[in-house]
């Protein structure tokens, strides 16, 4: 099993621009989850989703957009980048609600 | 609102040294309790969690943490660290709400070990 994957590594956007971040999970986890992690914040849950076709804001949602076509795949999309979006975001997933998530490398993203 | 504070942002300590890091949460309600670790440029792997018996919970790399439920706290220990324990540590915690349990999470702590 790959676990959960993510791409890309790094980028860099220029204000107003959009992109998608990419997740993938091959252990059928019902469960997926988006943060960012800023210093000094720790994480904060951005989207998540419970299953294919259904998604929900989490603590950060502004200015991100996600949807859940399959089971495996959980994209996150910035509309119209701003600096204020430049962060690590890191993918997770979770077979059900109560168990540990597992996380993906991340994405490290600037906003210039 | 609820929150997760993780007391020492910054903690040094030579090899051999003990390891103790703060963690206490704000939720009257059941929990379930998390510690995740980072090490450098890599993504977060969980340590240990509690969902429930014995309060002394070991985990991976010989840490170990401990659930006090009337302090509301999760305190992570490791007897003796080593240099590769350098990281990044993040206590987490996950009320039960009913639905999707998220989880939050502390602000982190980031120790060094030195040689």
């Known amino acids: 099993n790959a676990g959960v994957t993510q791409t890309p590594k790094f980028q860099v956007l220029k204000t107003g621009q959009s992109m998608t971040l990419q997740c993938a999970q091959d252990?059928?986890?019902?469960?997926m989850s988006w943060y960012r992690q800023d210093p000094g914040m720790g994480l904060r849950l951005i989207h998540y989703?419970?299953?294919?076709?259904?998604?929900d804001q989490g603590e950060v949602p502004n200015g991100y957009n996600v949807s859940r076509s399959t089971t495996e795949d959980f994209p996150l999309r910035l509309l119209s980048a701003a600096p204020s979006q430049t962060s690590v975001y890191f993918c997770?997933?979770?077979?059900?609600?109560?168990?540990?998530?597992?996380f993906g490398p991340g994405t490290r993203l600037t906003v210039l | 609102a609820q929150s997760v504070s993780q007391h020492n942002h910054h903690v040094i300590l030579s090899e051999a040294a003990s390891l103790e890091l703060g963690c206490n949460y704000s939720?009257?309600?059941?929990?379930?309790l998390f510690w995740y670790v980072q090490y450098p440029g890599q993504h977060l792997q969980l340590l240990l969690k509690?969902?429930?018996?014995?309060?002394l919970v070991k985990g991976i790399k010989g840490f170990e943490a401990e659930f006090i439920k009337s302090k509301f706290s999760f305190n992570l220990r490791k007897p003796s660290v080593q240099w590769s324990d350098t990281a990044e540590y993040f206590c987490?915690?996950?009320?039960?709400?009913?639905?999707?349990?998220?989880?939050?999470f502390g602000a982190g702590t980031r120790l060094a070990v030195h040689p």
């Open positions: 939720y009257g309600g059941t929990v379930n």
């Open positions: 989703s419970v299953g294919a076709g259904i998604t």
């Open positions: 509690y969902f429930s018996g014995d309060p």
């Open positions: 997770a997933s979770s077979p059900t609600s109560t168990n540990e998530q597992f």
């Open positions: 252990m059928n986890h019902e469960y």
């Open positions: 987490a915690v996950r009320p039960f709400r009913g639905g999707y349990n998220k989880l939050i």
